[in-house]
């Protein structure tokens, strides 16, 4: 299974980020799928997940209290791909950001998309 | 400020053993399991432990994971140049219902 994501690097302050990934190899069901950014030479942060469930079912979406208010994550089944939305960026959104597959028998992040730069700047 | 305390470097000389500690508090590490990640600059992070001391696929057995408490660790032995890298502990937190991380510990081979 590979991951692969795709979306604007380079926003205004104020814009909106949008991220795609797409799933290769494998399907959706059964897993949760994560967006989780690190801002350059720091740690990550876990931004939410929506959970795809058996029979084309969706879960959740969960998302970290700290940027709710701004994100969606949302999943396209028919594309086997999910989603990144956050609204009304600023400076301290500049990160890498990284689509990741959460394995719940591992209950861990076990694949990961090549990240994606974003840099807001006006 | 990261909620999981990892230090933020790490060192030894080849062939060594080197642990890197992560402490937690009840909600994340003490009532969940814990998980590494090894990542080179320019590349995402790599699972390297899973639920607290298993290894997937491919990881060398030199890694090896353990808990206790509300605090993990993980040991490399027998460290090799390639070991240089940063690496991340990570757990569930049931209080924030969030995903955690620690800062990051940047592993030098000397």
């Known amino acids: 299974v590979r991951l692969q994501q795709w979306g604007a690097g380079l926003l205004k302050p104020s814009e909106t980020l949008s991220l795609t990934c797409g799933v290769y190899?494998?399907?959706?069901?059964?897993?949760?799928w994560s967006w989780i950014r690190q801002p350059p030479g720091k740690g990550l942060e876990w931004i939410g997940e929506?959970?795809?469930?058996?029979?084309?079912?969706?879960?959740?979406?969960n998302y970290n209290p700290s940027l709710k208010s701004r994100v969606t994550i949302s999943v396209d089944t028919s594309k086997n791909q999910f989603s990144l939305r956050l609204s009304s960026v600023t400076a301290a959104d500049t990160a890498v950001y990284y689509c990741?597959?959460?394995?719940?028998?591992?209950?861990?992040?076990?694949?990961w998309g090549q990240g994606t730069m974003v840099t807001v700047s006006s | 400020q990261s909620v999981l305390t990892q230090p933020p470097s790490a060192s030894g000389t080849p062939g060594q053993r080197v642990t890197i500690s992560c402490s937690g508090s009840?909600?994340?590490?003490?009532?969940?399991?814990v998980n590494w990640y090894q990542q080179f600059p320019g590349t995402a992070p790599k699972l390297l432990i899973y639920?607290?001391?298993q290894r997937p696929s491919g990881v060398p057995d030199r890694f090896s994971g353990s808990k206790s408490g509300t605090s993990a660790s993980l040991a490399i032995s027998g460290l090799q140049s390639e070991d240089e890298a940063d690496y991340y502990c990570?757990?569930?937190?049931?209080?924030?219902?969030?995903?955690?991380f620690g800062g990051g510990t940047k592993l030098t081979v000397l």
């Open positions: 990741a597959r959460g394995d719940l028998i591992m209950d861990a992040f076990d694949i």
């Open positions: 190899g494998g399907s959706l069901s059964g897993f949760h």
């Open positions: 009840s909600s994340n590490i003490g009532s969940n399991t």
């Open positions: 990570a757990a569930w937190d049931d209080s924030q219902n969030v995903w955690v």
């Open positions: 639920i607290n001391s």
């Open positions: 929506v959970n795809a469930l058996g029979g084309g079912g969706i879960g959740g979406p």
